[in-house]
């Protein structure tokens, strides 16, 4: 009888950047012969490694180490790993990405482990939502296009995403995913796009399988271009962060509307390209969760949606995590609570002619848009001078 053991080692070699994938796999026999074998990846494409290599060395009679590197697909994955892709992918090296896709490895390996990041529109959201300790900021279509007085309806096209990435980046810490739609047109769009976000700062863009112009996920009248134009789009998205500056790629498929195996399929065919992590949008029960984690496997990162009166039911972290579920997203949660209480800020200055009780101080405002962080600065400056 053997028994394999695979225990996750992390950073082994981060001199040589040979950090992103290692495990140590201890084979037990009968005879008591310990086998341990290290498989270290590589953040390049196998085309670009340096050098292979395989050293084997003796401790003690009864232990052999092998160190070698794992195999690696044509899409960059790593077989035989518990989180199979590298944390650098680009030809450009992007440290935001590199931290975003840390923080997913966490969370993928660790089922107590579950990434939550309310979503942002802006400048000031983003600065709420690192401010109460969220590790990332999400940028989603949504909530930016109800901030141009828009629905999430196709209306928002490439540059006024691309301005608004600006805009949170130049004020977050964390990582920043930006949502991007169907890549705004056909694959040479989609490559725009991608590395558009990159440029911007971006540490991860979403891409979606929906015809344009898109609908909200969780909204009716949406529709989905075919099978293989959606893969020729997450490829174009692929091929994009390879040869330019590095993103994490997040591709969400609305299949499930055609039928829950179509969405698995597909799903599985963006990963098999090379896309991080995957998600199917609007999943409708607990059973589906369950199943579509169970049905996508172990290797394969995928983050949930889940809005306030949506279709996908409300779930607790722990359940998430517990379900292989990385990350979860909420679209809704920042911009209902926004819109509820401005409109009851609104109807207190109607009734009373003075303002609510609910009203932040002046000070407190001050402090959230940034006041501290430039008074502080302008006082550096004028002690240097």
């Known amino acids: ?10 950073h082994l070699i981060p001199k040589f950047r040979l950090h992103w994938l290692c495990e140590l796999y201890l084979c037990l026999d009968p005879a008591d012969l310990t086998i341990a074998r ?3 990846s590589h953040p390049r494409p196998p ?6 290599f395989t050293h084997t060395f ?15 697909t044509k ?15 680009g030809a450009q090296r992007n440290e935001s990405a590199t931290r975003l896709r840390k923080l997913m490895v966490e969370a993928h390996i660790d089922p107590t482990k579950i990434i939550q990041h309310p979503i942002a529109w802006g400048g000031l959201t983003a600065r709420l939502v690192e401010e109460a300790g969220f590790p990332m900021v999400f940028l989603g279509g949504y909530a930016v296009s109800a901030s141009h007085g828009l629905a999430d ?19 977050a810490d964390v990582p920043v995913m930006v949502d991007g739609d169907t890549g705004y047109g056909n694959e040479v769009n989609v490559r725009r796009t991608v590395q558009g976000y990159a440029k911007a700062g971006a540490a991860g863009i979403m891409i979606e399988d929906q015809v344009s112009p898109k609908r909200c996920g969780h909204t009716k009248d949406k529709k989905v271009v075919s099978f293989d134009d959606a893969v020729s789009r997450i490829r174009a998205a692929v091929a994009a962060r390879n040869e330019g500056v590095d993103i994490f790629i997040l591709v969400r498929t609305d299949s499930h509307i055609i039928s829950y195996e179509k969405a698995i399929r597909r799903a599985k065919a963006f990963f098999d390209e090379g896309a991080d992590a995957v998600a199917i949008g609007a999943i409708t029960s607990v059973d589906e969760m369950k199943r579509s984690r169970r049905d996508l496997g172990p290797n394969i990162p995928s983050f949930i949606n889940i809005i306030e009166g949506g279709k996908t039911p409300s779930m607790s972290y722990d359940d998430l995590a517990a379900m292989g579920y990385c990350s979860v997203a909420y679209p809704l949660t920042l911009l209902a609570a926004g819109i509820k209480a401005m409109r009851e800020a609104l109807q207190g200055l109607l009734r009373k002619t003075e303002s609510p009780d609910t009203i932040m101080r002046f000070e ?6 940034g006041f501290q962080e430039y008074w502080d600065l302008a006082e550096k400056l004028a002690k240097v001078q």
């Open 364 to 369: 407190d405002v001050c402090s959230a848009v």
């Open 58 to 72: 003796q401790i003690l009679s009864s232990i052999q180490f092998t160190i070698s590197p794992a195999q690696v």
């Open 38 to 40: 290290v498989s270290i």
């Open 1 to 10: 009888m053997k028994i394999d053991y695979k225990i996750y080692l992390g």
């Open 75 to 89: 899409n960059g994955h790593a077989n035989g790993s518990e989180y199979p892709y590298p944390l650098e992918r």
């Open 47 to 52: 085309s670009q490694l340096p050098i292979s």
């Open 153 to 171: 309806a196709g209306y928002l096209g490439f540059a006024e995403m691309v301005h608004r990435t600006l805009e949170v980046c130049r004020v």
